[in-house]
Each structure stands twice: as structure tokens, then as C-alpha cells.
């Protein structure tokens, strides 16, 4: 993998308060990605460091009595050991597909060569989350974004003024960034994709047909 996460995108998925539907493929990047899991403990460790030095807050006697008697009469439950998921995608998007395997999916095809799958988002998730399944040899329109974007490449590559993008890659892109993918022939290209907000393309036929797109 040669390319990984923003670390402004890895210190706000640490705090919590990276979007629900970004957060969604940072995670599974992270599944994939060892320096990303690294990157991520360490600002983890940070915090927790910070969080320590905080001046802590005192509880009255009464109430740690209380509390550490519901603690001796609590029953311990113990739940069933859950199986690991056998799949080609990162666990985080696993679970959210239930098992299937995306060519089991129901595509829904949105332009020559282009297919959709959109994904269930997070509760205050203010952005989309889907996958896209990309021909080979398929230029992308030329774009830019709305807000941020984060792309996950889970099979084949693409290509862009960026470099090459292949399986466990990530596009960490904000409001500054266009460009324009093109997948490699070896492969149709899969990935996940989360977005704050509408694509903004440069063309104005492939505008017209956006809301039906609908990214």
C-alpha cells in the first residue's frame, strides 16, 4: 500500500468526530493497513496521555458506595463468541454487507461501464457511503469534491494526476483536489467510497445526469 490516510483524518477518527459514513472507510483501511493501525495507536496513546493529566473530579462516598455495591450484586453475562467473517472486503465493511460477496450484490448500473451499491449510512451520518464498480480501461469524469472524500480501492487500480491506486490504497481528498481516475485493463476496479457532499464534475452533460447518478 502506498498510499494511507491523512493524519488529520486519523487524530479526528481517534476523537470521534470524523462523519459517520468517512469514518466507515477509515476504519476499513485501517483493517488493511498496518502503518495506518500504527498511526492510529499512537494518536490513541496520545490521548489517552492527555485525557490522564485532566484534573479529575470527585464523587461524593455515598455515591462510591453505591456504586461499587451494584458492582458486587451485578450478574456477569457471557455472549456468544461471535465467528469471524470470511470475506474479500476489510471486516468493518463486512459486517455491513452481512457476508455477501460483492459479486453477489445487486449492482445498479448508473452510465457505460459504471455500477453503484449504495450502503446503509450511520444514524448523524451527514454524507453518503456506497461502493462503485468501475470497467476496465473506464475513464471517470474529471472532478473535484464538495467536502472531503475517502475512496478505498478493494480490488483492481486506477490511475490519476495522483498515481496509482491498488487494492488497500486510499484517496484521503479534500475541497482542493480534482481529477480524473482511469482504470487499468488488467480489470474492472471496486471501491468504497464515502463523501461529505455532492461530486462537483466539470462537464456539464455529466451534470445533467447527476441527480440520476446520484454523487
Same mark, same amino acid.
Given at each position: 500500500m502506498h498510499h494511507h490516510l491523512d493524519s488529520a483524518t486519523i487524530l479526528a477518527f481517534v476523537a470521534g468526530t470524523l462523519d459517520g459514513a468517512l469514518s466507515v472507510v477509515a476504519s476499513a483501511h %485501517?483493517?488493511? +493497513?498496518?502503518v495506518c493501525r500504527a498511526a492510529t495507536h499512537d494518536a490513541e496513546e496520545v490521548g489517552g496521555a492527555l485525557f490522564a493529566e485532566l484534573a479529575g473530579t470527585s464523587v461524593s462516598d455515598d455515591c462510591r458506595g453505591r456504586t461499587l455495591d451494584q458492582l458486587d450484586r451485578a450478574t456477569l453475562h457471557r455472549f456468544p463468541k461471535r465467528e469471524p467473517i470470511a470475506s474479500e472486503v476489510p471486516a468493518p465493511l463486512a459486517n455491513l454487507l452481512n457476508g455477501r460477496r460483492l459479486a453477489d450484490l445487486k449492482w445498479r448500473t448508473k452510465a457505460p461501464g459504471w455500477a453503484m451499491f449504495d450502503l446503509p449510512m450511520p444514524a448523524m451520518s451527514r454524507g453518503? @457511503?456506497? =461502493?462503485?464498480?468501475?470497467?476496465?480501461? $473506464? !475513464?471517470?469524469p474529471e472532478h473535484g469534491h464538495g467536502g472531503e472524500e475517502i475512496t478505498l480501492v478493494l480490488s483492481g487500480a486506477y490511475n490519476?494526476? @495522483?498515481?496509482?491506486?491498488?487494492?488497500?490504497?486510499v484517496a484521503d481528498l479534500d475541497v482542493d483536489i480534482e481529477h480524473q481516475p482511469i482504470v487499468?485493463? !488488467?480489470?474492472?476496479? %471496486? +471501491? =468504497?467510497?464515502? $463523501?461529505?457532499?455532492p461530486t462537483r464534475f466539470k462537464s456539464w452533460s455529466v451534470r445533467l445526469i447527476q441527480p440520476f447518478i446520484g454523487i
Open positions: %485501517i483493517a488493511w +493497513c498496518p453518503k @457511503l456506497f =461502493l462503485v464498480r468501475v470497467a476496465a480501461g $473506464t !475513464s471517470m490519476d494526476r @495522483l498515481g496509482r491506486f491498488a487494492q488497500g490504497d487499468e485493463h !488488467s480489470g474492472p476496479c %471496486i +471501491c =468504497l467510497v464515502a $463523501t461529505e457532499a
